[in-house]
DNA sequence: CGCTATTGTTACAAAATGGTTACAGAAACC
DNA sequence: GGTTTCTGTAACCATTTTGTAACAATAGCG
C-alpha cells in the first residue's frame, strides 16, 4: 500500500464531513472521519497514524479543546474548524496548541491549500504524485494506485507509463517508446509496444488516456496543465 | 516566412550532426552545422543571430569550451554535447555557463525536449500551436481543433496539412505534394492529391485557406500575424 | 454557347493498421 | 533445479485508412 497522508476528520454535522472526505480523498488523502469526541479519543488511543487532523470545536461528547492535548501528546497537527466569528475559541484554540484554524463555511480549496501547508511544514509531504483521472502515480516507489488501491503494473508497463508521463500530451511514434525504453540499439518488434499499451490500458482504464494516433504510435492526453 | 528558432549545430562527426539537423528540421527548427571550432566561430562573428547552440566538446580547431565565451557574449544559451562519462567536461561545461549538457549517445527526443525547455525559458518558445482561423493546429500532439473542439484528420490527412504549413503561402505542385509525402520514389496518382485536400478543406472549413492554383497544384494561404 | 481541360466529390475495395490473445523463451525467485 | 513471473512475438480478426476510378461540376476559351 501506497503512503498517503492520514487524515482525521472530527466533525459531528454529517454533510459537512462527507464533504470534506470526498475532498480529501479526491485530493489523494486518506481520511477517517469520527462524528464526536469521545469515539475519536478511543480511536487515537488505538491508532495514532494519523499526519493531520481537522477538529470542529462545538463537538457532542469531549469538545474540540479537550482533545487538543491528546493529538499534541501524539505529534498531530490540527486545523481548527471554528464557526463564523467566534474569535474567543480561535485565540484559545491557537494558544492550546492548534496549527492553524479556519472558518466555516470555507472554500474546500482553502482547507486543502492550508492542509498541505501544514504537512510540509511537519515535513510529511506526501510523496510527489502524479494524478491522472484515479489513477496516481508514484515514480520513487515505482508503484500506481486507482482509486486508493494498489495496481500491480509489471516493470515493463510502469517504465512504459513513466515515459507517457515524461512526454505528456506529444504523440510518441513507436520507434521513438521503442529506443526509449530499450534503448537505441535494440531491434525489436514495434508492435511489442501496442501489447504493453494494451496491458496498461485495461489495468488503469487507460482506453481514453493514452490516445491512438493511427500510424505513428500513442499519446498520454492530460487535460489541465 | 515563419519565425521558426534557429539552432547551431557545432558537431564534427558528420553522421551525428546530419542525424541532429535532419531531426531538428523535422521538429520544426531551422539548423545550420558546423564542423570545426574554427568555422562556427566566423560565421558567429558574422551572423549570431542563432537561438541555441548545440556544442560537441570534443573539435578540431578550437575547442568546444574555447567556443562558450563567444556563444555566452552573444547571449546564445548552449547544450554540450558530451562523451558518455565525460564528468570532467560535463561540470566544467556548466560552471563555464552552458545550459545544459547531454550525454552521448542520447535519445534524440531527450534532445529536442531539452531544446524545447531551454528555448521556452529564453523566452524564445515556439508556437506550440499554429492558428489559421478557428482551426488550431499541435504539431507534436498530432492533433488539430476547430473552435475547440477536435477535428479527427486522417494520418495522411494531417500529414499533408502539415505540409501546407510548413510551406506556407507557397504554391506546391502535386508532384511537390506526391514526394514530400509519400517519398520520392513513390509513383502515384497526382490526383490523389486532390482527393485528400478535398477531405482536408471539408474537415476544417478550409475552402477558401488551401486555394487551388491550377494547372499546377494548391496553395495555403495564410495572412501573417 | 459548346467544347475541352481541369478540378471537386463520392464510393469502394484493397491494403494497412491496431486490439487482443495465447504462448514460449527468458528472467527471477526460491 | 524447479517453479513462478515476466515479456516479446506471432497470429487472428476487426477496423480504419487510403489510393483509385468514375462521375459531376466548373472554368477557360474560341
Known sequence: MVMRARILVIEDELAISDLICMNLEAAGYESAAFYNGNDAADALERDASYDLALLDVMLPG??????????????IPVIFLTAKGDVASKVKGLKSGAEDYIVKPFEMLELLVRIEKILER???????????????????????????????????????????????????????????????????????????????????DFWDVIRTIPRIGYRLEVKEE
Chains 1, 2 share one sequence.
Open 62 to 75: 469531549r469538545d474540540g479543546f479537550s482533545l487538543l492535548p491528546l493529538l499534541r501528546g501524539k505529534k
Open 122 to 204: 511537519a515535513g510529511k509531504k506526501r510523496e510527489e504524485c502524479i494524478r491522472i483521472r484515479d489513477v496516481c502515480i508514484y515514480p520513487e516507489r515505482r508503484q500506481v494506485t486507482r482509486g486508493g488501491t494498489e495496481v500491480a503494473l509489471k516493470p515493463m508497463e510502469f517504465d512504459c507509463l513513466m515515459m507517457f508521463v515524461r512526454y505528456k500530451n506529444i504523440a510518441l511514434t513507436r520507434e521513438q517508446l521503442l529506443a526509449g525504453l530499450w534503448g537505441v540499439e535494440f531491434d525489436g518488434e514495434t508492435r511489442t509496444i501496442d501489447v504493453h499499451v494494451g496491458r496498461i490500458r485495461k489495468k488503469l
